[in-house]
């Protein structure tokens, strides 16, 4: 995956960048790796560092509406202060970290509808910086992850879209300013009961948090059943979750909640139309001032042309 593109923000004869992955897809807690290849212009350039920062498109609530867009959720600082020589060719090879709670845009392949994340390129020369162009990047699920998501296909659920929502949950610690809610379709069997089902992952490196929330149709309640949980990455991979989380949501029928993995320090809520704010709820700042260097939702989709599909189907 390469973008080359000449230094708008230094003028004609400034000089090129062509930034190559050698990891397009990651996993939560992996690496990103790749070079930056520099091509020196028609003057001698003095840099003052060349920084990687990691961008996603998220959903900001603003007053009764919400708006997409393009924050950076991580960065990192590739190269010291160096002369680029005119016309000389330079490479740098770099490793950036790729935080635990990274959202997932790719299972099995096939990109999830509403997700768009990207690798950008900041170089700095003589105090002007230039924010270069982005690189697209897949983000894979992790195997704990992976088992929960296969479950809900495995139950006929269908997965509907996916996106961020700034902002913070209630209960979980978080160092992203953001979340993401991965949404399915009910199978038939439960379609009477809930509308739509959202999971969200907040993974660290011990475990995950899971958090489940039921747009509950039916039973003595109605409004958001909401499940919590905490599990090990290794615990993960060996619950049966097709029937924890059938049972969970056979309980919905009959009650506003249902517990899930008591033995894994389960919790759970339930948030009816008087329970006050639901599981998405943000935090007092502002949602804008929660993640960095936004860009207007026209230059966000600009940006990520493409990456919409149908809604429905596996993924």
Not at 14 to 36: F, H, N
Not at 99 to 120: K, N
Request: hydrophobic share 40%.
């Amino acid at each position: 995956m390469v973008f080359k593109r000449m230094l708008g923000a230094f003028g004609v004869g400034a000089p090129s960048v062509d930034t190559v992955l050698s990891t397009p897809r990651i996993r939560p807690g992996g690496m990103l790796a790749g070079e930056v290849r520099l091509k020196g212009g028609d003057f001698d350039a003095e840099i003052e560092h060349i920084t990687l920062g990691l961008v996603a498109r998220v959903e900001i609530e603003h007053g009764e509406g919400e708006h997409a867009g393009l924050g950076e959720f991580s960065r990192a600082q590739v190269s010291a202060p160096f002369t680029l020589r005119q016309g000389e060719d330079r490479s740098l090879d770099f490793q950036i970290p790729v935080p635990w709670e990274t959202p997932i845009s790719e299972i099995d392949g096939q990109p999830l509808t509403g997700m768009a994340l990207g690798v950008r390129t900041e170089l700095a020369i003589a105090k002007a910086i230039d924010k270069g162009d982005l690189d697209m990047i897949a983000v894979e699920p992790l195997p704990s992850q992976l088992r929960i998501l296969q479950a809900f296909l495995q139950l006929g659920f269908q997965f509907k879209a996916a996106d961020l929502e700034a902002g913070r949950l209630y209960g979980v610690h978080q160092d992203l300013p953001f979340y993401q809610e991965i949404e399915f379709y009910p199978p038939a069997q439960h379609a009477g009961v809930v509308g739509e089902v959202e999971v969200t992952f907040v993974a660290g490196p011990a475990g995950l948090d899971v958090i489940l929330e039921a747009d509950k149709r039916a039973g003595r309640y109605s409004g958001d059943a909401i499940g919590r949980f905490h599990v090990s990455h290794d615990d993960a991979l060996h619950t049966d979750w097709p029937g924890e989380l059938d049972r969970w949501l056979a309980g919905l029928t009959q009650y506003g909640h249902a517990g899930l993995l008591g033995g894994h320090g389960s919790d759970h809520e339930f948030h009816g139309h008087d329970g006050g704010p639901g599981w998405g709820t943000v935090a007092a700042a502002g949602a804008a001032g929660l993640v960095g260097g936004f860009v207007a939702a026209e230059v966000a989709e600009e940006i990520f042309e493409g990456d919409e599909g149908d809604e429905g189907g596996d993924w």
